[in-house]
């Protein structure tokens, strides 16, 4: 912790906070101080109650027990109204929640605007907003066109937006949640400095997070929550990676490495591959992935990863160039044709395209195999070998839920991504795509996932893992590709790149412009 | 070809279809403010009739005409309240609810009717409201008549356009209704109301479809008949998506409209001899769909249209 921060009064005190939803308590008695000019990140696994505890303070949920008092303009402690974002907000607390809450339709001007005037009165006086924002601007580095239309700005200038309404509104207390999950590493670094920089003009800041490294490199306290409990709550200085992993998970995570393996022969081969029109068009793209390595697809969602995924699964036919599998042609193959020659699909968003949420979890691991004779007899579903199947898997695959009947729906993220990988890798496929598969779902369900693909990758499979969290890419992948607005560079192996170089590439930087 | 210029260039023309189309500026306006808020509001036709039954009777009992403009908002800010009530606290379906609206208020207003005046065998007529004489404006020559020989009703309606233009895009209020329809969590995590803003906004675009139905009664006829509404509450919903949700489009939209509906009549005993009457009476509808495919497609529809909001949950 830095001495600036030692002694220097509490903006916020949450204290007691209990929140229960039916039979779940989302938080137990979690107590929180923050100072004035200090960073403290909330960590913690999904469903910890990190986000619940943010809304509480913000008047979205009002708290079964327990209070939150904030410091008034003269310093002194003072109860807020529970269930009120009006109040919270007059008491100095802005929130950049995790998906934005910016109207489309309007500029960013407007937006940040949006309920700082009466509603009654007829003018609105812009030129004056226009010039303190100017002002806020210039001192807090949060650059933004204020007459663009937000549905035109990027995702790291929208956040601006967010982070420039609260400022507005003259925040004492900022709470960002999860505001790395959408950015390049190279806009998150350019937040974090800002953040800092926000600290120490006084700002008191809370951001939540499950990144381990950003909370490491950019907070001054850290507080941990696990199953709605605090855990603990000690100086960033003098905690490390592991001893945070465990008390987030409460036990200790085995992280799986890759072992040096010799890649075989080319497996899935695209070549020249161009689709549609659009930011998510794919344009002229070669990818060649050998038996038995794991070749990442680096990039910042929305750039074309979707549309590659796409094509090999047989959702998009390309418009031109060629997919093989095998030296086989499959340019036009379905859906289906892909399935039945040996390619798996992880959907990257597993609960939309990769369950049917109101079918069982057995109905759903039979799925993709339906017509297959060991689920079917003349067209007749063989409910015994499905269930039977469905019991296999659910305990080879650690599916936490009420039995091979119960609704997929009702499953968490991370055990409906085990119903998705006992499907997909049951059938021993030739070539998996994993698309994000371990996009919010926590260290013990991530470790789960990665552990499943090398083992598919050591019995010689190739997959592409397409992601945007580098950690994962560089610690699983033998080879990583980077994607932009559809072009696709040529794979590179993981020991000659680095974090920075894959950043910049991501940005759309190639090294000479970086020079 | 030289009928159909006679007929444009006739000053009474296109004082018809400035006639025609203020009802249908009423409601497409009172859609309008309704819809920007996130809200589709298809009691419309049952309002319009209910605001033309509601003014009228109030005139007959002898409340004034402006008394029977007023009556008439209220019953429409009624309904609205009914249907805002149903679909954003309670979040149930716009549609259903609005159709329910309509059936509701229509049956009503025919059952009060009905009720009132049990044996009349002719429909009871008022004094309505009689063309405005504006000095000077009025005898131009052309535009006089064609323009200036309305009822202050219709120039209620032109105001009531430029009012809400004026307040959706200048004031703080407007700016909330136009978030609230496409983000409600933006107005909510800056501290303003979503079901406020979306109630009251359903109330005084409802009211205002009302004023569409009084105009009906208290100054293109003079009497209440059952089936009088006849669909112009449907071609407002189709005209705020030819508006692209913009008061002034919405204008030339009513507008348009009302051309072509003073053109079929004149049309008619033009050539009415040869081709049945049905085909025109069509032509206004059949243009309205034509200029919706052109300019729905590329329609830029409030995101959160249909869609119900409940606090702390997203």
Redesign the interface.
């Known amino acids: 912790m830095t001495s600036t921060v030692d002694g220097a009064p509490v903006v916020l005190k949450l204290e007691r906070i209990t929140k229960r939803f039916g039979a779940l308590t989302a938080n137990d008695d979690v107590s929180l101080d923050l100072h004035r000019g200090e960073i403290l990140a909330l960590l913690g696994e999904n469903g910890a109650g990190k986000t619940t505890l943010m809304?509480i303070l913000?008047g979205?949920?009002v708290a079964d027990e327990g209070t939150v008092a904030v410091a008034g303009t003269n310093g002194t402690l003072k109860e807020l109204e529970p269930g009120s974002?009006?109040a919270?907000?007059?008491a100095g607390i802005g929130?950049v929640?995790q998906?934005f809450?910016?109207?489309?339709?309007?500029t960013a001007l407007?937006?940040i605007?949006?309920?700082?005037?009466?509603?009654?009165?007829?003018?609105?006086a812009r030129g004056k907003a226009r010039k303190h924002l100017g002002d806020l601007m210039q001192r807090s580095g949060l650059t933004v066109d204020l007459n663009a239309r937000i549905s035109s700005l990027s995702v790291g200038e929208k956040q601006r937006v967010e982070i420039l309404?609260a400022l507005y509104r003259d925040a004492r207390v900022l709470v960002l949640d999860e505001p790395t999950a959408v950015l390049t590493p190279q806009e998150s670094d350019t937040l974090f400095a800002t953040l800092k920089k926000l600290a120490s003009d006084g700002l008191g800041i809370i951001f939540i997070s499950h990144k381990l490294d950003e909370v490491l490199a950019a907070s001054d306290r850290i507080g941990v929550l696990r199953g709605g409990r605090k855990v603990a709550d000690q100086p960033t200085a003098g905690c490390d990676k592991r001893q945070l992993a465990e008390l987030m998970v409460g036990k200790s995570v085995p992280e799986s490495t890759r072992t040096p393996q010799q890649p075989g022969a080319a497996l899935l081969v695209l070549s020249q591959v161009t689709t549609g029109t659009g930011r998510d068009a794919l344009h002229a793209v070669d990818l060649e992935l050998l038996s038995g390595e794991i070749l990442g697809i680096a990039g910042v969602s929305g750039n074309g990863q979707g549309t590659l995924a796409k094509v090999i699964s047989g959702l998009e036919a390309p418009i031109s160039g060629t997919v093989s599998l095998n030296g086989k042609q499959l340019t036009r193959s379905s859906a289906r044709g892909m399935i039945d020659a040996g390619i798996a699909r992880i959907p990257e968003d597993r609960h939309r395209d990769g369950i049917v949420g109101p079918m069982s979890v057995a109905e759903n691991l039979a799925i993709e195999t339906i017509r297959k004779p060991e689920n079917q007899r003349f067209g007749f579903l063989r409910f015994d070998a499905i269930a039977a199947r469905a019991k296999e898997a659910i305990t080879a695959y650690d599916i936490r839920c009420q039995g091979g009947n119960a609704p997929a729906r009702l499953l968490s993220g991370g055990n409906i991504q085990k119903i998705v990988l006992a499907r997909t890798l049951d059938s021993d496929p030739i070539v998996v795509l994993a698309a994000q598969p371990s996009r919010g779902l926590d260290v013990g369900a991530t470790a789960d996932v990665h552990r499943r693909l090398l083992e598919a990758r050591s019995r010689g499979a190739g997959v592409i893992l397409i992601s945007e969290d580098l950690d994962e890419l560089m610690r699983l992948s033998d080879r990583i590709a980077v994607i932009h607005r559809g072009h696709l560079s040529s794979a590179e192996r993981t020991e000659n790149l680095d974090r920075g170089t894959l950043g910049m590439r991501m940005a759309g930087h190639s090294e000479e412009q970086a020079a | 070809m030289s009928d159909i210029l006679d007929i444009l260039l006739a000053a009474n023309f296109w004082a018809a279809a400035l006639r025609i189309a203020t009802p249908l500026i009423f409601g497409v306006i009172g859609a309008l403010v309704c819809e920007r808020a996130g809200v589709l509001n298809l009691g419309i036709e049952g309002i319009f009739t209910a605001g033309a039954m509601a003014g009228w009777m109030a005139v007959w009992l002898g409340a004034g005409l402006w008394g029977g403009v007023l009556v008439a908002a209220l019953a429409g800010g009624f309904f609205g309240l009914i249907h805002a009530i149903l679909t954003v606290p309670l979040g149930l379906s716009q549609h259903v609810s609005g159709i329910g609206v309509t059936l509701f208020a229509t049956s009503l207003s025919y059952f009060i009717y009905r009720t009132a005046l049990p044996d009349v065998s002719s429909p009871p007529r008022i004094e309505a409201f009689k063309p405005l004489d504006i000095p000077v404006l009025s005898d131009l020559p052309f535009i006089g008549p064609a323009l200036f020989q309305q009822t202050a009703l219709t120039f209620l309606a032109l105001a009531v356009v430029a009012v809400t233009a004026f307040v959706l895009y200048?004031?703080?209020?407007g700016?909330?209704i136009?978030?609230v329809g496409?983000?409600p969590?933006?107005?909510?995590?800056?501290?303003?109301s979503v079901y406020g803003l979306r109630i009251g906004a359903v109330v005084a675009g409802s009211a205002l479809m009302a004023l569409g139905g009084a105009f009906l009664t208290m100054s293109a006829f003079d009497a209440f008949f059952f089936g009088m509404v006849n669909g112009r509450g449907w071609i407002c919903i189709a005209l705020t998506v030819f508006a692209s949700w913009r008061p002034g489009k919405a204008l030339l939209g009513a507008l348009l409209f009302g051309a072509f509906d003073a053109f079929q009549v004149r049309l008619q005993t033009e050539v009415g001899s040869f081709i049945p009457g049905q085909v025109f009476l069509m032509m206004p509808y059949l243009l309205s769909i034509a200029a919706l495919v052109l300019v729905a497609r590329k329609a830029?529809y409030?995101?959160a249209l249909l869609v119900p909001y409940f606090?702390?949950q997203?």
């Not at chain 1, 605007?113 to 609105?124: H, I």
């Not at chain 2, 200048?170 to 209020?173: D, H, M």
């Not at chain 2, 969590?185 to 303003?192: D, H, I, K, R, T």
Request: hydrophobic share 30%; no cysteine.
């Open positions: 809304n913000f979205h949920y974002p009006h919270a907000l007059n929130m929640h998906h809450t910016l109207a489309e339709n309007l407007e937006n605007l949006l309920g700082t005037e009466p509603l009654s009165s007829f003018s609105s309404k | 200048r004031t703080p209020l700016l909330a136009r978030a496409d983000n969590s933006a107005v909510e995590s800056q501290g303003l830029d409030p995101r606090r702390g997203r």
